[in-house]
């Protein structure tokens, strides 16, 4: 499969990872909607769950080239790089746009929701009584989500190690939000905020050839939680691709039609009209992360009126449906000319 990629393909499975590592940094949008969508999230399970046994003895008996090609190592290595290239890239670009035309970016994301369940569904022809339920429970599930209250802050390595695997269903399985998720367990802030800034701060002193971070207890404390939630982030995504690899195998219809439940059920998360609830202190002030920014709690979602911004905002929408279905022609073409 890795030997008929043209340097195209290679190059749109980057912005791919660019897309899927955007997506799982936003609370609400799923890595895994972008890997449905664009139409290679079965070959990402697959190829996950090639990450076994056989593959550590293979690296083992440094027979690397085989290694490489037994799971399939040139699509899962060009979408992790797109991916890590999105986390210094593409992301930071969202926080910017998200703090500045907050309800236009999560309008653009609740239109490609609202087009990836029309190209899911369109294409999905086992309806019956057994998927309908499957579709009901997901829907239950992704909107039950939608409206939990947030756990307190926790950074006992166990539930650390927890949050990582759970963290990656967002990558795993369309419709969850590992960030969101983690917002949930009250563990976003130190996991994807005060703990990276802790490595970048770390890489940067290592760099300038200060090491004066060993004497600094609450830096190695973060560096040791990155360190648990990277570990449980790894257990869980090869976990999960595992798990998933086989109810797909046997269990297609019914696996397809919960995916479709969860993404329509995680339009709750992702509509735009909403208000961010803000973590505060006793004394009513807001606490602040490490890079003094506030810290979202929840949101407090509401209807709209019909106003100019209200209507700027139905048509991002629609920019967004636009969007899934360019990328659907595209996928169309493509499969078509291979």
């Given at each position: 499969?890795?030997?008929?990629?043209?340097?195209?393909?290679?190059?749109?499975?980057?912005?791919?990872?660019?897309?899927?590592?955007?997506?799982?940094?936003?609370?609400?949008?799923?890595?895994g909607v972008v890997a449905f969508v664009a139409g290679f999230y079965e070959e990402f399970i697959y190829s996950l769950q090639k990450v076994n046994s056989k593959a550590f003895k293979l690296l083992i008996n440094g027979r690397f080239k085989s290694f490489f090609q037994y799971i399939n190592g040139r699509f899962l290595g060009l979408l992790f790089f797109g991916m890590v290239v999105s986390y210094f890239?593409?992301?930071?670009?969202?926080?910017?746009?998200?703090?500045?035309?907050?309800?236009?970016?999560?309008?653009?994301?609740?239109?490609?929701?609202?087009?990836?369940?029309?190209?899911?569904?369109?294409?999905?022809?086992?309806?019956?009584f057994t998927t309908y339920f499957s579709l009901f429970i997901g829907i239950i599930i992704g909107l039950s989500i939608s409206f939990l209250n947030p756990a307190k802050e926790n950074d006992n390595l166990w539930f650390v190690f927890f949050c990582g695997i759970i963290s990656v269903s967002g990558m795993t399985l369309p419709g969850f939000s590992g960030s969101f998720i983690l917002i949930l367990l009250g563990n976003y802030v130190l996991l994807l905020v005060d703990s990276v800034n802790a490595l970048y701060d770390t890489v940067s002193d290592v760099f300038s050839g200060d090491f004066s971070f060993f004497q600094n207890p609450v830096r190695l404390r973060m560096l040791k939680v990155l360190g648990v939630f990277t570990l449980g982030s790894v257990t869980g995504l090869v976990t999960f691709s595992h798990l998933l690899s086989y109810i797909l195998k046997h269990y297609k219809s019914i696996t397809l039609s919960a995916i479709i439940g969860f993404i329509v059920g995680s339009l709750g998360v992702v509509w735009p009209w909403k208000k961010t609830i803000y973590k505060i202190n006793d004394n009513g002030s807001f606490i602040l992360d490490s890079t003094g920014e506030k810290i979202?709690?929840?949101?407090?979602?509401f209807m709209p009126d019909v106003t100019t911004e209200t209507l700027y905002a139905i048509a991002f929408i629609v920019l967004g449906i636009g969007i899934v279905l360019a990328l659907e022609f595209y996928g169309q073409k493509t499969r078509k000319t291979k």
């Amino acid at each position: 499969m890795q030997s008929t990629r043209t340097f195209t393909d290679k190059l749109f499975l980057i912005l791919k990872g660019l897309g899927m590592g955007a997506a799982n940094k936003v609370p609400g949008v799923s890595g895994g909607v972008v890997a449905f969508v664009a139409g290679f999230y079965e070959e990402f399970i697959y190829s996950l769950q090639k990450v076994n046994s056989k593959a550590f003895k293979l690296l083992i008996n440094g027979r690397f080239k085989s290694f490489f090609q037994y799971i399939n190592g040139r699509f899962l290595g060009l979408l992790f790089f797109g991916m890590v290239v999105s986390y210094f890239s593409v992301s930071k670009i969202l926080d910017y746009l998200i703090k500045h035309y907050e309800l236009f970016v999560w309008s653009v994301f609740f239109g490609m929701i609202i087009g990836s369940i029309y190209y899911i569904y369109k294409d999905f022809k086992d309806w019956n009584f057994t998927t309908y339920f499957s579709l009901f429970i997901g829907i239950i599930i992704g909107l039950s989500i939608s409206f939990l209250n947030p756990a307190k802050e926790n950074d006992n390595l166990w539930f650390v190690f927890f949050c990582g695997i759970i963290s990656v269903s967002g990558m795993t399985l369309p419709g969850f939000s590992g960030s969101f998720i983690l917002i949930l367990l009250g563990n976003y802030v130190l996991l994807l905020v005060d703990s990276v800034n802790a490595l970048y701060d770390t890489v940067s002193d290592v760099f300038s050839g200060d090491f004066s971070f060993f004497q600094n207890p609450v830096r190695l404390r973060m560096l040791k939680v990155l360190g648990v939630f990277t570990l449980g982030s790894v257990t869980g995504l090869v976990t999960f691709s595992h798990l998933l690899s086989y109810i797909l195998k046997h269990y297609k219809s019914i696996t397809l039609s919960a995916i479709i439940g969860f993404i329509v059920g995680s339009l709750g998360v992702v509509w735009p009209w909403k208000k961010t609830i803000y973590k505060i202190n006793d004394n009513g002030s807001f606490i602040l992360d490490s890079t003094g920014e506030k810290i979202i709690a929840n949101y407090k979602r509401f209807m709209p009126d019909v106003t100019t911004e209200t209507l700027y905002a139905i048509a991002f929408i629609v920019l967004g449906i636009g969007i899934v279905l360019a990328l659907e022609f595209y996928g169309q073409k493509t499969r078509k000319t291979k």
